[in-house]
């Protein structure tokens, strides 16, 4: 199983940015579709964005504008770039990935069976 190291996480104003990293282990990361969730406190994890293996991209309508996924497959990471920070941001953040055809995009928990630690992201009003 491939093994994702997520950084970027921290605290920031509102209107701010943040850019999350996640790295994995291995050489075929070429072969998976990518995705970030979020978890607040209380609530259950939720998708943000997706990026597939052919570089379409896909994300949760709360997000739309001001975050972009983008994937490095030579340096084996996905990047999460958040613009526009809000309050309502603040959760911890996961990557996850899976093996998928070039074009298939996933979006829920459940389709990915690799998962990073998580990052703390904290937006403060």
């Known amino acids: 199983q491939v093994q994702l190291a997520e950084s970027g996480g921290g605290l920031v104003q509102a209107g701010g940015s943040l850019r999350l990293s996640c790295t994995a282990s291995?050489?075929?990361?070429?072969?998976?579709?990518t995705g970030w969730f979020r978890q607040a406190p209380g609530k259950e994890r939720e998708f943000v964005a997706s990026?597939?293996?052919?570089?379409?991209?896909d994300y949760t309508n709360s997000v739309k504008g001001r975050f972009t996924i983008s994937r490095d497959n030579a340096k084996t990471t996905v990047y999460l770039q958040m613009n526009s920070l809000k309050p309502e941001d603040t959760a911890v953040y996961y990557c996850?990935?899976?093996?998928?055809?070039?074009?298939?995009?996933?979006?829920?928990?459940?389709?990915?069976?690799?998962w990073g630690q998580g990052t703390q992201v904290t937006v403060s009003s």
């Open positions: 996850a990935v899976r093996e998928a055809n070039y074009y298939s995009a996933y979006a829920s928990v459940h389709e990915y069976d690799s």
């Open positions: 291995g050489r075929t990361f070429s072969m998976y579709a």
């Open positions: 990026i597939t293996r052919s570089g379409n991209t």
